[in-house]
């Protein structure tokens, strides 16, 4: 017996020294990756040295002889810290996933092939103009330097995700830096969705009066009537299930609500405390590990530029030099429109036009998986732009038989010069030149805000579809593509685009809110991106005279929900303090707790409060069982609160509180008991899922960001060291954005926020101050991979400051890049 348990033992310490072996070895591979931001390197590809000061926040600074060596220098920067990030946006916007991660991504990459994104980029280079080309090349080199650098000196392939997914990383090309605008654009594109989704709606309505309510138009005047879906398109079956398959991480396209979002405003000299203009910008993605925003600083011949970039592009997105700030909302100008095409029923490679029968243009592509045999496709394209499989966003159940459907969009554009635009938008020196630069931007549309030292502007840029007046859907539903009426007719002029220079009021801002009225064709967009946070954005604007870089930052730390004050007082009118105290343990006393707390709550979506849970909760439960009995399965489609929607039913808006009736029970059931039946579906849930005592409840615990590595995040243990998580404050509708899933089991998780904070001030522009959600680098074993989490978080800054002295005073490295000797 002592000798089999010495054996025992003897196994037991030889496994473990074999795990701790074996983990020692997997830390030595992935640590040989980390990069070394003290060194001098003889590179190929520069005309002169150039230096990449790295600051306390590993922020590099980058000077440079001339702008192309600068560009360079970025390029190496991006390459040293987010190379698997920038390999990873390539392969997407190519459709070549599938050669990594075989058959899980073949349908990701159906959809990008379809899309040719990759291949209009190649073609839009030669559109650029010669500043951009130069830049486009050398920061193109400047990754290459890198990936040589890894090579020559076998840096652990560069990144420790290439040890799991092993595969060649090409040299960086110009046209891939233009490929990922329009990946980008892809992501930020919410209008293909919503047009299916309106579709589906309207074939599952029994009553088209009542689509207004569940899918309601920003306030303002109303649209005029449109055709309902059916009448398009006679046959359809009044409802098809979709498919329902779960949203993988790698998938570009957005899910409903969570496409672009961001906040920004600014203030004049006559509406700032320091008396120079103030600028703040809070853009709004799906959050990751790492974070889509990567802060550099650029010393270029105009001048210092600092602020965000993404990598794989040589631009400083959004941010500031010493004459100017900008910054990015998403515009929702309605950039995208559906075409069915009629295929001919003699010959299906033919379709309709309004000048006869057609054949699409065709070619085949070869999709390559890992572990599986390689398939062809055959990509189409219609005069209206390329065929989509029927598998995106469900389109086979709106697609008559014989019928495909095509889709247009301004970002399928091959002369694409929205580079060139945002290089000369950062050499820029004011407001006019800055409006003048963006021009040549085509997509994704932004609202762009500007401040120089003395003026504060906002202008929508990105090309405008010009739509005919006479068209069948006005954009809002997918339309015959071989009507004359239905296509577009080029673009619409720069200057019609929104543009509002040195308001009167001395403030303006952008939080995706309705920006004007105009009457279709001119009329930018029939869905917005908010209705809700506008409202508290300008009673805070509004309380004060004047403004501060802090006050700035308040306003976009504020976690205060408009929606929450509008709708509880209309829910709960006919349930505050109605009867006898309950008895403790029963649904009857849990629900008049829920409701005590509420009654004293100011709708702050706070961390550490119970309020904003229960409310949240019950809101859900709500829409649920308003919607559920109308819209059967479609009903999973509306995973997050429509404030508007609420309140039409419960202020019974041109009839809207039909919806408190359940259609298949006898009796007529009235809100007020609906809204406390769904008090209590959300009272039962979250019982079950954090407990019954409703004063110890804390948002943050259901409110989770979720900054999750989009590959890694899920591989078990390894998923502790790649993905964070933080208890936030905020909300669905609150200037401290942070939008739920709305998917169980976690509906309230934060998946969609400000993945960038900055504010500018122009009377001490080196007291601005910005930060990202995660930290610079992508490897997890970085010091750096998670440092401004917390930051961020706390609702704190780091300086962003283009004082060259006092980078170098506290720089963790300086790296040297040397032109090799020819």
């Not at 008991?673 to 943050?700: C, K, N, P, Q």
């Not at 001030?761 to 007291?767: G, W």
């Amino acid at each position: 017996m002592g000798l089999l348990f010495r054996w025992l033992l003897r196994l037991a310490a030889g496994l473990i020294a074999l795990a701790v072996a074996a983990v020692a070895l997997v830390y030595y591979l992935a640590s040989q990756s980390l990069p070394d931001y003290d060194q001098t390197q003889e590179v190929a590809g520069l005309t002169a040295p150039v230096e990449i000061v790295r600051d306390t926040h590993n922020v590099p600074h980058i000077f440079g002889a001339s702008d192309p060596d600068v560009f360079f220098g970025l390029g190496y920067a991006h390459a040293q810290d987010r190379l698997w990030q920038m390999t990873m946006l390539r392969r997407t916007v190519q459709g070549r996933l599938s050669e990594v991660f075989g058959p899980r991504t073949v349908a990701i990459d159906r959809l990008l092939r379809r899309l040719d994104l990759a291949r209009l980029a190649q073609q839009s280079v030669s559109a650029q103009d010669a500043y951009t080309t130069a830049a486009l090349k050398a920061y193109a080199a400047g990754v290459n330097a890198r990936l040589a650098e890894i090579n020559d000196e076998a840096l652990g392939r560069g990144a420790p995700e290439m040890f799991l997914f092993n595969a060649p990383v090409a040299p960086w090309q110009p046209a891939d830096s233009l490929a990922i605008i329009k990946l980008m654009g892809l992501q930020l594109s919410g209008h293909l969705e919503e047009e299916v989704l309106r579709a589906r709606t309207s074939l599952m309505l029994g009553d088209p009066a009542r689509l207004v309510d569940i899918l309601p138009d920003a306030p303002g005047t109303g649209t005029a009537a449109l055709p309902e879906y059916a009448q398009l398109f006679p046959g359809l079956p009044r409802y098809a299930a979709g498919r329902d398959t779960p949203h993988d991480p790698l998938m570009p396209l957005p899910r409903r609500g969570l496409a672009g979002a961001s906040n920004a405003w600014a203030a004049a000299p006559s509406r700032s405390a320091s008396g120079g203009t103030l600028l703040a910008n809070d853009p709004h993605l799906g959050f990751a590990a790492p974070s889509t925003w990567y802060l550099a600083r650029l010393e270029l011949a105009n001048g210092g530029v600092i602020g965000g970039t993404i990598p794989g592009m040589p631009a400083v997105l959004l941010g500031r030099s010493e004459r100017l700030g900008w910054g990015l909302t998403s515009s929702y100008m309605d950039d995208q429109d559906l075409f069915v095409e009629r295929l001919n029923p003699d010959n299906p490679e033919e379709y309709l036009t309004p000048d006869g029968y057609k054949t699409f243009e065709s070619r085949p592509s070869i999709i390559e998986i890992k572990g599986a045999a390689p398939i062809t496709l055959t990509l189409r394209w219609t005069e209206n732009g390329p065929v989509l499989p029927g598998s995106v966003y469900d389109l086979e159940t709106i697609t008559p038989p014989g019928h495909v459907m095509s889709l247009g969009w301004t970002m399928l554009d091959a002369r694409d010069t929205s580079m060139s635009a945002a290089l000369a938008l950062i050499n820029a020196g004011t407001v006019q030149e800055a409006i003048r630069a963006s021009e040549a931007y085509v997509g994704p549309s932004q609202n762009l805000t500007l401040a120089d030292r003395e003026t504060v502007a906002l202008k929508m840029v990105g090309a405008v579809p010009r739509r005919d007046p006479r068209h069948q859907s006005q954009g809002r539903l997918p339309a015959q593509g071989w009507r004359a009426e239905n296509r577009w007719q080029g673009r619409m002029p720069y200057a019609s685009n929104p543009e509002f220079v040195s308001p009167v009021g001395g403030i303006l801002g952008n939080t995706n809110n309705k920006l004007l009225e105009r009457p279709f064709p001119n009329h930018v967009s029939f869905v917005w991106g908010d209705t809700q946070r506008v409202t508290r954005w300008q009673k805070l604007m509004q309380s004060r005279e004047v403004h501060t870089r802090d006050g700035f930052i308040e306003a976009q730390l504020d976690p205060v929900s408009p929606a929450a004050r509008t709708l509880l007082p209309l829910i709960g009118a006919d349930l505050w303090f109605t009867g006898e105290a309950a008895p403790e343990g029963t649904p009857e006393r849990q629900r008049q707790i829920a409701l005590s707390l509420l009654a004293e709550w100011n709708g702050e979506m706070s961390e550490h409060l119970p309020e904003p849970l229960i409310y949240a909760a019950w809101v859900r439960a709500l829409q649920k069982r308003l919607i559920t009995d109308e819209l059967g399965p479609l009903a999973d489609e509306y995973k997050q609160v429509e404030p508007l929607f609420i309140e039409r039913v419960f202020r019974d808006i041109d009839g809207a509180s039909v919806w408190c009736d359940i259609r298949q029970s006898a009796p007529r059931e009235t809100c007020t008991e609906i809204a406390r039946l769904a008090l209590d579906d959300a009272l039962v849930w979250i019982g079950d899922r954090y407990g019954s005592a409703l004063e110890s409840l804390r948002w943050g615990d259901a409110h989770q960001a979720t900054h999750d590595h989009p590959v890694l995040g899920e591989v078990p243990v390894l998923r502790y060291f790649v993905n964070i998580r933080q208890s936030t404050s905020g909300g669905d509708h609150t200037l401290q954005r942070g939008r739920t899933s709305g998917e169980d089991p976690d509906p309230f998780r934060n998946v969609h926020g400000a993945g960038y904070r900055g504010v500018y001030d122009f009377a001490d522009p080196d007291s601005s101050v910005f930060v990202i959600s995660t930290g610079q680098s992508g490897h997890f074993l970085s010091r750096y991979y998670d440092d401004q989490a917390q930051l961020w978080r706390r609702g704190e800054y780091i300086p962003m400051s283009l004082d060259a002295d006092l980078a170098r005073a506290a720089a963790v490295g300086v790296t040297r890049l040397l032109p090799a000797p020819e």
